[in-house]
């Protein structure tokens, strides 16, 4: 069974930092080629691609509106992704979704969500101006 499972989220000032972790079980091993992104969804809004992680050779790609603010990671012996939020701003607020898929991601495809299988619960992200 395939779970992924967000933590990390939480209330922070502007300008201030937050690491999410992806814990993925069952994934890493039922696939030759995967990819883990990170989508938010903010109220009212679309689901949105934030960034991604291919296992293979570990490329990643990101949203415009994070390029130089986060960092997107990952550490195969704990099976985990991880986006480190910098530099955060009010419109960052939103729920942040782990999700994977069994191929690559790419920086033209990193707005479809409907391209990953595999989604966690969600993990709450919240900055106060």
């Known amino acids: 069974e395939v779970q992924l499972v967000e933590s990390g989220g939480g209330l922070v000032q502007t300008g201030g930092s937050l690491r999410l972790s992806c814990a993925a079980s069952?994934?890493?091993?039922?696939?030759?080629?995967?990819?883990i992104g990170w989508f938010r969804q903010a109220p009212g809004k679309e689901r949105e691609g934030v960034s991604c992680?291919?296992?293979?050779?570990?490329?990643?790609h990101y949203a415009d509106s994070v390029k130089g603010r986060f960092t997107i990671s990952s550490d195969k012996a704990k099976n985990t992704v991880y986006l480190q939020m910098n530099n955060l701003k009010p419109e960052d607020t939103a729920v942040y979704y782990c999700?994977?898929?069994?191929?690559?991601?790419?920086?033209?495809?990193?707005?479809?969500?409907?391209?990953?299988?595999?989604w966690g619960q969600g993990t709450q992200v919240t900055v106060s101006s």
């Open positions: 999700a994977g898929k069994s191929s690559l991601c790419y920086s033209r495809s990193i707005d479809r969500p409907n391209e990953y299988d595999y």
């Open positions: 069952g994934f890493t091993f039922a696939f030759d080629d995967y990819a």
């Open positions: 992680i291919n296992n293979s050779k570990g490329k990643t």
